[in-house]
């Protein structure tokens, strides 16, 4: 099982994306290339692939600021993103579906492209002064030319987790769901908390249980717009769910009622193969 937006082939060049002759010298690449995201969405090529284009060509296209982001290298081909003026392109063929049929090094690319540049579309100004932001290394990060703050791409960390006690687990369902839907629950980590309290937290809040131990089973980018979901399995004392909070129900489940729903129609509406969710329930169903 793969888990889209990970195992990126891209080697982020850290260092040497910070020396602007690096850059320049990545743009002239013959072998750079573009991706192109318009509204948060694949820009697509006539031939219905993701529209990709070498810098050259970007560099006539109208581009949001900061023109192009640079994303990093796959072997020595340099990758690099940008977002198209609205007004000019057609729309993009939507983010989760173009990724869902990509293969996974272009997925784990493109939600690379599209955390940065939806950061950059709400980060033109400094936070703290007021000033237009300048791009640097590569537009990977923005300096304030006044007050000479710092401004990082930003990342969310988002505890997701399947509670279970025995051999039974909780699941909880939220109001926009499909009817009879349940999946995981989750929600984003607070300042100032460890993982392992903000899964005691948000399983608590959500279904008024408490967590005895969460073990961490693996993370997922998740780029709507910049979360990093850290998947957990947590042990809970028995009792009955109270649901709340963005939780309209939850209940306790056997590990034939879990295959049940995952494995009937309902699996068209439930957490997709690829997702962190569908992994943490599949760990558990086979006793991980
Ligand atoms: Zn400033």
Not at 133 to 157: M, Q, W, Y
Request: net charge negative; glycine share 8%; hydrophobic share 40%.
């Amino acid at each position: 099982m793969h888990l889209t937006f990970t195992r990126s082939p891209l080697d982020h060049a850290g260092l040497q994306r910070a020396d602007p002759a690096f850059v320049e010298a990545s743009l002239h690449h013959p072998a750079a290339r573009v991706v192109l995201l318009t509204h948060g969405d694949v820009a697509m090529s006539a031939d219905g692939e993701p529209h990709i284009v070498h810098p050259a060509e970007a560099a006539i296209m109208a581009l949001l600021p900061p023109g192009l982001v640079f994303l990093g290298l796959e072997n020595d081909a340099p990758w690099f993103a940008a977002s198209l003026e609205s007004a000019s392109t057609p729309p993009g063929l939507d983010f989760r579906r173009a990724t869902m049929v990509a293969d996974p090094d272009m997925a784990a690319i493109l939600g690379r492209a599209r955390a940065i540049l939806t950061w950059h579309a709400r980060r033109h100004y400094c936070s703290k002064c007021g000033t237009p932001n300048v791009a640097h290394d590569g537009a990977t990060k923005l300096i304030c030319p006044s007050c000479k703050t710092e401004h990082f791409p930003r990342t969310d960390p988002s505890v997701i987790m399947l509670p279970f006690s025995g051999d039974r687990c909780v699941m909880g369902r939220q109001p926009a769901w499909p009817p009879g839907l349940f999946a995981t629950l989750a929600g984003f980590m607070e300042p100032g908390e460890t993982i392992e309290e903000a899964c005691a937290r948000e399983v608590l809040e959500e279904t008024g249980l408490k967590v005895i131990s969460a073990r961490y089973i693996a993370s997922q980018p998740w780029p709507f717009p910049s979360t990093l979901m850290i998947g957990l399995i947590a042990e809970i004392e028995p009792g009955e769910p109270v649901a709340a909070d963005d939780i309209e129900e939850a209940r306790w489940f056997t590990r034939e009622e879990v295959r049940e729903l995952y494995e009937g129609p309902m699996m068209r509406w439930g957490p997709p193969h690829y997702s962190i969710s569908r992994l943490l329930i599949d760990t558990w169903l086979k006793g991980g």
